[in-house]
């Protein structure tokens, strides 16, 4: 059974940053596919970042440059470090994996992601 728990959302002004957490249990560590998805209540859910075994990732061109995807092995956690952080960017956020497990992510639609964390809201004010 896997489960996904995100942690680290909160409240910042533009320009500030957060890293946020997603602890997996029951998933295999750095040998699959994992991503972060967000969403504003009453828009779709969209794909922010994935990473593959080989730790190559893949952006949605809103976040290039400012986001950055990347996980721990040893402690089964995968993070997302935010910065310049934008109104726009208030949303929940989620973490998300595929099954069967995938080495190699191929894509940032929500249709391709089996397993979802809970979610945590990060809110940033202008």
């Known amino acids: 059974q896997v489960r996904l728990v995100e942690s680290g959302g909160g409240s910042v002004q533009a320009g500030g940053s957060l890293r946020l957490s997603c602890a997996a249990s029951?998933?295999?560590?750095?040998?699959?596919?994992i991503a972060w998805f967000r969403q504003v209540p009453g828009k779709e859910r969209e794909g922010v970042a994935s990473?593959?075994?080989?730790?190559?990732?893949n952006y949605a061109d809103s976040v290039k440059g400012r986001f950055t995807i990347s996980r721990d092995n040893a402690k089964n956690t995968l993070y997302l470090q935010m910065n310049s952080l934008k109104p726009e960017d208030t949303a929940m956020y989620y973490c998300?994996?595929?099954?069967?497990?995938?080495?190699?992510?191929?894509?940032?639609?929500?249709?391709?992601?089996?397993?979802w964390g809970q979610g945590t809201q990060v809110t940033v004010s202008s």
């Open positions: 998300a994996a595929p099954y069967p497990f995938i080495r190699y992510c191929t894509g940032l639609t929500r249709g391709e992601y089996n397993y």
């Open positions: 029951g998933y295999p560590g750095g040998t699959a596919c």
């Open positions: 990473i593959s075994r080989d730790d190559s990732s």
